[in-house]
């Protein structure tokens, strides 16, 4: 089946700053989703984004589906900001929604 | 707004108890998927369903059942929750493209 790679796997950074997570992924894509979950576990869909680029505030993301990887980007991170972020995908010869996460990438903004 | 609401936040049982993990989603929505979290493995699918009374294994089925006999609600069944089943365990539902989760439950089995 799919793969699906994230990297880096823990990242630490100073309120202020910007970040820049990437998710590989190993087989064609229909359906490319970024999520945050909080620390008290709530998932929040982020982006629906299985081409091209998007912007919501200070986060962006951009897939590039023929070469595939997605790119999420946090700018001016604050620490609300912390939690983990997973990259998920649905495969392209998939149907019903069947999503294959990542192992997510854990963010730490300290004040 | 977007509601999916579990039944528990936390949950405790004992070895060989049968428990019931309730999903109940009202927007309408067709499909409704488990799964679990555990610490460097990310999210695993267990089962999910595209309409009334459907069901498909996801990637881990063993040791679980569901039922799904109303759409806005999907049950996942622990027939006999044994130790390796402490999890956290997540629900969610979509229309399209989107998948929305609930809260979590996090699971102990003593």
């Known amino acids: 089946g799919i793969q699906v790679e994230q990297s880096p796997p823990d990242l630490i950074l100073q309120e202020g700053a910007n970040s820049t997570l990437r998710c590989n992924f190993s087989?064609?894509?229909?359906?490319l989703q970024w999520f945050h979950q909080n620390p008290w576990g709530q998932l929040i869909n982020l982006f629906y984004?299985?081409?091209g680029t998007k912007q919501n505030g200070r986060l962006s993301a951009t897939t590039v589906a023929t070469e595939r990887y997605s790119l999420l980007y946090i700018s001016s991170s604050q620490t609300t900001d912390s939690g983990v972020y997973f990259c998920?995908?649905?495969?392209?010869?998939?149907?019903?929604?069947?999503?294959?996460f990542g192992q997510g990438t854990e963010l730490s903004v300290k004040p | 707004d977007v509601k999916v609401t579990q039944s528990s936040r936390y949950l405790v049982k004992r070895t060989g108890e049968k428990v019931f993990l309730e999903c109940v989603q009202d927007?309408?929505?067709?499909?409704m998927f488990w799964y679990r979290q555990d610490p460097g493995l990310g999210l695993r699918l267990i089962y999910f369903?595209?309409?009334?009374?459907?069901?498909e294994k996801g990637d881990i089925p063993e040791g679980y059942s569901v039922s799904r006999e109303k759409k806005e609600r999907f049950s996942l069944i622990l027939e006999s929750a044994s130790t390796n089943q402490t999890s956290m365990y997540l629900c969610?539902?979509?229309?399209?493209?989107?998948?929305?989760f609930g809260p979590g439950t996090r699971l102990l089995v003593l």
């Open positions: 969610a539902s979509s229309l399209g493209q989107t998948q929305y």
């Open positions: 984004i299985p081409s």
């Open positions: 087989d064609s894509v229909n359906n």
């Open positions: 927007m309408d929505h067709e499909n």
């Open positions: 369903s595209y309409d009334v009374k459907m069901k």
């Open positions: 998920a995908v649905e495969q392209a010869d998939n149907q019903g929604g069947k999503l294959i």
